[in-house]
């Protein structure tokens, strides 16, 4: 479970009962910074956007070449479709919710059969979680936790989270972590940085990236500081 995988970062914001200004509900631009796994300095550009109900961000290298990328498609206030690909390593993976039947289909392995989960409660996919807290800041911001699934398409299963939030400054800050005690020593704690207007400035926690190959990923921690508006809605459909 230390693969906590599936952008838990990811940076895309949806419209919400939280008034968000244009600049965070047009996506953004960062940079991240590896921390970890031997990488220690190792960067990464980020681009989040929002396309109608598509939501995606991608993780490239420094030379521009992509190293990952995920999408959600939304109707009706939750997420339907999501595609998680890790370039470096031959992983595409996809899921499609149908009521509250979840299938996981792994593309880069045709000789696995798919996956089925069933979805209980707020069930929660790649970019879908930041816009999620984003309108929640303010039962965040008046210390209620908050719980909910989320999806980690590539172990076919979703697990248990608590948010938390509190300030930071004039920032609030969200803690998240594993709601189960047996499998929070697993998971490791990230944690989100938002203005007092509700937009993402910083992330701190594991990435979307992964080194190694298909067989035997090494996972990556970092911090992903956000900067600037950007507006791309003329990206085709990654599904």
């Not at 200004?21 to 990488?39: D, H």
């Not at 209980?120 to 816009?131: F, H």
């Not at 594993?178 to 594991?206: E, I, K, M, Y």
Request: with cysteine; proline share 4%; net charge positive.
């Amino acid at each position: 479970m230390r693969t906590m995988v599936a952008s838990i970062f990811a940076i895309v914001i949806i419209a919400s009962a939280v008034a968000m200004p244009s600049t965070a509900l047009e996506g953004g631009r960062g940079e991240a910074v590896i921390r970890s796994g031997g990488a220690d300095g190792l960067r990464y550009l980020v681009t989040a956007s929002r396309c109608a109900d598509r939501l995606s961000t991608e993780w490239r290298h420094q030379d521009g070449s992509l190293a990952a990328l995920e999408e959600v498609e939304l109707a009706d206030g939750r997420w339907t479709r999501y595609r998680l690909r890790r370039a470096n390593v031959g992983q595409d993976l996809r899921a499609e919710r149908r009521g509250d039947v979840v299938t996981i289909i792994d593309a880069s392995r045709p000789d696995r059969g798919p996956a089925r989960l069933t979805a209980r409660g707020t069930l929660l996919a790649g970019p879908e979680l930041v816009s999620f807290l984003q309108a929640r800041l303010t039962e965040l911001r008046a210390g209620r936790s908050l719980e909910f699934q989320y999806l980690l398409a590539d172990r076919g299963t979703a697990i248990g989270f608590i948010a938390r939030g509190r300030l930071h400054g004039e920032d609030i800050e969200v803690a998240l972590e594993a709601s189960s005690a047996l499998v929070r020593p697993f998971v490791p704690a990230t944690t989100f940085r938002f203005s007092p207007d509700g937009v993402l400035r910083q992330v701190v926690g594991r990435m979307l990236p992964v080194l190694g190959d298909a067989r035997s990923q090494k996972a990556l921690d970092g911090v992903l500081k956000m900067s600037g508006p950007q507006s791309t809605c003329n990206k085709k459909s990654l599904s």
